[in-house]
């Protein structure tokens, strides 16, 4: 499956932003997406993920800040962000696996879209 991913830009710190990523296709109602980012000079981590049948994951650090969505109609998911903080800056990265599982590690991922970079300036 082949991922777009859209939405990022600069923002200050505080303030909100909408990440998407439309998919090619969907197969199975089991299939997982996810949103990871990668900061400069760091590893890539997971923020969070949701399966199309219902079912999310977050990480610790984007709890009560930020919400993963869906809509099945359009093939698409969505990351809003809110009370954006400097340390949020990277580029983020939708990703798509096969299975129900609510993976958080990258390399259970199949399918990785281009990134979309978000900048909070402080």
């Known amino acids: 499956v082949q991922l777009q991913a859209s939405g990022g830009g600069l923002v200050q710190a505080g303030g909100s932003l909408r990440l998407s990523c439309k998919a090619s296709s969907r197969t199975f109602d089991s299939d997982v997406m996810a949103w990871f980012r990668q900061a400069p000079g760091k590893e890539r981590e997971f923020v969070a993920a949701?399966?199309?049948?219902?079912?999310?994951n977050y990480a610790d650090f984007v709890k009560g800040r930020f919400t993963i969505s869906r809509d099945n109609r359009e093939n698409a998911i969505f990351l809003q962000m809110n009370s954006l903080k400097p340390e949020d800056t990277a580029v983020y990265y939708c990703?798509?696996?096969?299975?129900?599982?609510?993976?958080?590690?990258?390399?259970?991922?199949?399918?990785w879209g281009q990134g979309t970079q978000v900048t909070v300036s402080s």
């Open positions: 949701i399966i199309w049948s219902g079912g999310v």
């Open positions: 990703a798509a696996r096969r299975g129900s599982r609510l993976a958080v590690v990258d390399h259970e991922y199949d399918s």
